[in-house]
Every structure is written in structure tokens, then in C-alpha cells.
């Protein structure tokens, strides 16, 4: 499978990531706005069902479609479809019972998991640094929490339930993304959309006998919009890693923060908890020492080789 082949236009690898985080958090609303009358299984199963023809268009128009269609690890994008199912479930479910702003905070907590199960299933390197900055992030995780689980404090077992399920959909979400790396050693990034797409459909049909139901126009509408909005979300984000580096884009995906309190106050009437504040500040901290300090190592790395090739 030849490597996919990035050209390096930073501002557009910006403007892209901005674009799939703005869009994703559209498409988070959307779920919000349907999810007290449609099930969290029913939801996942719109959204990737109807991601599925932007996702195929797109690779027509990118030449890429054979590639997208080929695998070499079947399997592996089964399993990757099922964590990744787990996940998109789990905060779906959590945005039923959650303000938008905390789901998005909660959801914070999955880029500092990754690091952890990195070293735990593919023997990744942790330095003393980044085992600080995650403690330093997963300490905000529990801030955010802390109103949600606190005893004898006012918050209904449905809240409680739903940041145990959001935090629960964040640790599927850095799992998935330990079968996303593995899958990247066989699988060209056009295969691993395409195929998530279709397992996550396929998958999501398990839970018909749980209670779907029939949703009105209006659901309808949302949730078909939801799954087309999520496709060219992929899309931009895919498209964003192609044009500018992993450590120049990542930061601005805290930008659904500011998108999520927006949204929230203006579309749902929620005002997020200082505690929300608070722990996603901590968070997003964390988040950017993590990614500065990679960032510092790839420097390092690449003055190491230039060295090397200058010695040879």
C-alpha cells in the first residue's frame, strides 16, 4: 500500500481542521437535538449509514476508490468498527444527558488515554513528561466529573449515569484509536474511513432490538443531515493531516470548546458549570504541553539525522 503523499500548505491544513471541528460540533448538535426520543443505536446507525456516499464520492473525485476498497486487515477494521461503534454510541447516549460543553470537555480525555494505551498495546515510549502531562489532564477529566460524583450532592442518577457513559465513550474513542495506528501499517487512510463507515452501519444494526423508533420528519431530517455532515467532517479532518503537521493542527481541536458553549447557550439554553470550565482549561493544557513536547522531539529527531547524513 504506497504511503499517502502530504503537501505541506499549513494555513490550509488549518483551515480544514477548523472546518471538520466546526462541522462536528454541528453534527453534535444535531444528535443533541434528536436524542431524547431516538436511540443512541439508532442514531450511530444514520450517521454512518448516510456518511457513506459523501465518504464514497470523495474518493471517486480523489482517483482513490480502489484504494478505499481494498484491505489487507479485514479483521482489524472489524474490531476498529466495533471499539470505534462503542464509542460513537457512548457519547451519543451522554449528549441525551449532558450539556454540549461537558460531553465536549468529557471527550477531552481521549487524546490523554491514547498515550496510555499506547505504551499498554503497542509498546510506545512514555517519558516522564508526558506521564505529568497526562496526570495534569486526567486530574481536569475528574474536575469536570467531580459535580457529576460527588455524594449527597444535587445531580439525578441520570446525570451521574451520563458522565460515566461520556467518559466511558471517551476511553472506546483512544482505544479505537490504538486500532487506527495498527491498521495504518497495512491500510492506506482512504481504507480506514471507508471501511469504519460500513462497519459502524452494519454494526449499529444490533441494537434494533433494543427500542428503536420511529422518528418524525424533523428527526429525520437532523439525523440524515447529522451522517452527511459527519462525512465531510472526516473529510476535512483526513484532508487536514495532509496539507500540515500532526503537531501544527491538533491544538485547534480545542476550538469545539468555544464552539460547544455557543451552541449550547444559544441553541439549548445551557450555561456550562465553572467546573466545566475549569477542568477543560486543565485539560486543553494538558493537551498542548503533550503536543509541544512531541513537537520538540520531532525537531530533535530531525536535527539528529540531519547530523547523521552530514557525518556519513
Not at 124 to 143: D, I, N, Q, T
Not at 284 to 293: K, V, Y
Not at 294 to 311: I, N
Request: hydrophobic share 55%; glycine share 10%.
Amino acid at each position: 500500500m504506497p504511503p499517502d503523499r502530504p503537501s505541506r500548505q499549513p494555513l490550509k491544513g488549518i483551515a480544514l481542521k477548523l472546518s471538520a471541528v466546526a462541522i462536528f460540533t454541528a453534527m453534535s448538535s444535531l444528535i443533541k437535538a434528536v436524542s431524547d426520543h431516538v436511540p443512541a443505536g439508532e442514531v450511530v446507525f444514520f450517521r454512518s449509514l448516510f456518511a457513506c456516499p459523501v465518504i464514497v464520492v470523495w474518493l471517486l473525485w480523489q482517483g482513490n476508490l480502489a484504494q478505499g476498497l481494498r484491505t489487507h486487515d479485514m479483521l482489524g477494521h472489524v474490531w476498529r468498527g466495533l471499539v470505534g461503534t462503542t464509542a460513537m454510541g457512548l457519547g451519543f447516549a451522554g449528549l441525551g444527558v449532558l450539556p454540549l460543553p461537558e460531553v465536549t470537555a468529557i471527550g477531552y480525555a481521549a487524546p490523554l488515554l491514547v498515550v496510555i494505551f499506547g505504551a499498554m498495546f503497542l509498546g510506545e515510549p512514555v517519558r516522564a513528561f508526558r506521564v505529568l502531562a497526562v496526570a495534569l489532564g486526567l486530574a481536569g477529566v475528574m474536575v469536570v466529573l467531580s459535580p457529576r460524583m460527588t455524594v449527597g450532592a444535587d445531580v439525578s442518577p441520570r446525570e451521574t449515569l451520563g458522565a460515566v457513559v461520556t467518559l466511558g465513550g471517551a476511553v472506546f474513542a483512544a482505544l479505537a484509536q490504538v486500532f487506527v495506528r495498527r491498521l495504518t501499517m497495512t491500510e492506506g487512510t482512504a481504507a480506514i474511513v471507508f471501511w469504519f463507515s460500513v462497519t459502524a452501519t452494519l454494526l449499529s444494526l444490533l441494537t434494533l432490538p433494543f427500542g428503536w423508533v420511529v422518528p418524525t420528519a424533523r428527526e429525520t431530517v437532523f439525523l440524515i443531515l447529522a451522517g452527511l455532515l459527519g462525512g465531510v467532517a472526516q473529510i476535512g479532518l483526513t484532508s487536514a493531516y495532509r496539507y500540515a503537521e500532526a503537531g501544527l493542527v491538533a491544538p485547534f481541536d480545542y476550538a469545539s470548546m468555544l464552539l460547544a458553549i455557543v451552541i449550547g447557550y444559544a441553541v439549548f439554553s445551557e450555561v456550562p458549570a465553572r467546573t466545566t470550565l475549569l477542568g477543560a482549561a486543565i485539560i486543553i493544557l494538558a493537551g498542548i504541553l503533550i503536543i509541544w513536547r512531541e513537537r520538540q522531539l520531532g525537531l530533535e529527531r530531525a536535527r539528529e539525522r540531519e547530523v547523521g547524513r552530514g557525518d556519513g
